[in-house]
């Protein structure tokens, strides 16, 4: 089962948890079993209209954040690390 680091500002939709476990074989599955577990927590990572992770986050996993969005496989072992997006000017 993946590990998934949530997000300070997310972690009151996981009910307080600073990470979770869940089982998914993509990127795409492990969100809709956090939406499962935690509503709202999957559909604040997601941009629903576009079908992508939402842009006020990037995903780093197993430490890297080269990788193919929603459709990237994972392992039993992966580690999913959700941070928010900065900007600035």
Do not use: C, K, N, Y
Not at 31 to 38: K, R, T, Y
Request: hydrophobic share 50%; no cysteine.
């Amino acid at each position: 089962m993946a590990v998934v680091w949530i997000p300070a500002l997310l972690r009151d939709l996981a009910g307080g948890a600073e990470q979770v476990t869940v089982a998914g074989s993509t990127v795409r599955r492990v969100l809709a079993a956090l939406e499962a577990a935690h509503p709202g927590l999957g559909a604040a990572l997601v941009d629903g209209e576009r079908d992508t992770l939402h842009p006020a986050f990037a995903l780093a996993i197993d430490g890297s954040t080269d990788h193919l969005g929603l459709l990237q496989p994972l392992t039993d072992a992966s580690e999913l690390v959700f941070v928010p997006a900065v900007s600035g000017g």
